[in-house]
């Protein structure tokens, strides 16, 4: 969807609303299971703003700008490694334990996506 409206609109007003419609979505969800909704302190203030620009601005950025030039299928295929690199940075930089369940899924994913960019059909990605 992201796709067909990145050949029409730009990036910036796309990941607004795609902020908004998420936000209004989850609401519900935040109000009835969590405690507080705003953050109480400055460096609460500060962890979710630096989460908002890093996250939603600077990744969902990218990915809706890399669609004009690349395939949602390649992107798609691409974006399965974000649980894989998230793992191996939280083990280099945190020294997070990674069991065998995470490396299970790791073989998983990335069979995966060998196979999907090493199919016939791929060559259309």
């Known amino acids: 969807?992201?796709?067909?409206?990145?050949?029409?609109?730009?990036?910036?007003?796309?990941?607004?609303?795609?902020?908004a419609i998420a936000s209004v979505l989850v609401l519900p969800v935040v109000i009835f299971t969590e405690d507080m909704l705003?953050?109480?302190?400055?460096?609460?203030?500060?962890?979710?703003?630096?989460?908002?620009?890093?996250?939603?601005?600077?990744?969902?950025?990218?990915?809706?700008?890399?669609?004009?030039?690349?395939?949602?299928?390649?992107?798609?295929?691409?974006?399965?490694?974000v649980p894989v690199l998230s793992s191996l940075e939280a083990w280099a930089i945190f020294s997070e334990t990674i069991g065998g369940s995470t490396l299970v899924s790791f073989v998983v994913i990335l069979l995966g996506a060998y196979l999907a960019l090493s199919s016939k059909s791929a060559i259309n990605v």
Request: proline share 2%.
């Open 1 to 19: 969807m992201v796709e067909k409206l990145r050949t029409k609109e730009n990036y910036i007003i796309i990941i607004t609303w795609v902020s």
């Open 38 to 81: 705003f953050p109480y302190s400055l460096s609460g203030w500060v962890s979710v703003m630096g989460l908002a620009l890093i996250c939603q601005v600077l990744g969902l950025g990218l990915f809706a700008y890399s669609l004009k030039r690349l395939s949602s299928g390649l992107t798609s295929l691409c974006s399965l490694l």
